[in-house]
């Protein structure tokens, strides 16, 4: 058979690498779409609320290949949600000395 289709057989040797790949980070790649909604919220509240830095210079300070798909400053509460992959996650300034924290 290789002989035959060596472009099948190379394909299918690689489409055997890469499932065992995916089967080894399979923890790593589950954690992912988590990462996205609050790497945004934790470093959006840190630029806005400890550095006070303006609103649009900490969007853009946060800004990464994937996109958000909902994004909410509530900066009455120093709040700040972000939704991506389908995950969404909050952050709340807490005071000087503690910064902000990812809510659970």
């Given at each position: 058979?290789?002989?035959?289709?060596?472009?099948?057989?190379?394909?299918?040797?690689?489409?055997?690498v890469l499932l065992g790949w995916?089967?080894?980070?399979?923890?790593?790649?589950?954690?992912?779409?988590?990462?996205?909604?609050?790497?945004?919220?934790?470093?959006?509240?840190?630029?806005?609320?400890?550095?006070?830095?303006?609103?649009?210079?900490?969007?853009?300070?946060?800004?990464?290949?994937?996109?958000?798909?909902?994004?909410?400053?509530?900066?009455?509460?120093?709040?700040?949600?972000?939704?991506?992959?389908?995950?969404?996650?909050?952050?709340?300034?807490?005071?000087?000395?503690?910064?902000?924290?990812?809510?659970?």
């Amino acid at each position: 058979m290789i002989r035959r289709h060596p472009i099948l057989s190379l394909f299918a040797v690689l489409l055997l690498v890469l499932l065992g790949w995916v089967w080894h980070e399979r923890v790593n790649l589950q954690a992912f779409p988590d990462i996205i909604a609050a790497y945004t919220a934790k470093e959006y509240c840190s630029c806005r609320y400890v550095a006070n830095n303006p609103a649009q210079y900490c969007r853009g300070y946060v800004k990464q290949y994937v996109p958000t798909s909902a994004f909410r400053d509530n900066p009455e509460r120093s709040e700040v949600t972000a939704s991506g992959l389908g995950r969404t996650h909050s952050a709340r300034w807490l005071g000087e000395r503690q910064g902000c924290r990812l809510l659970p």
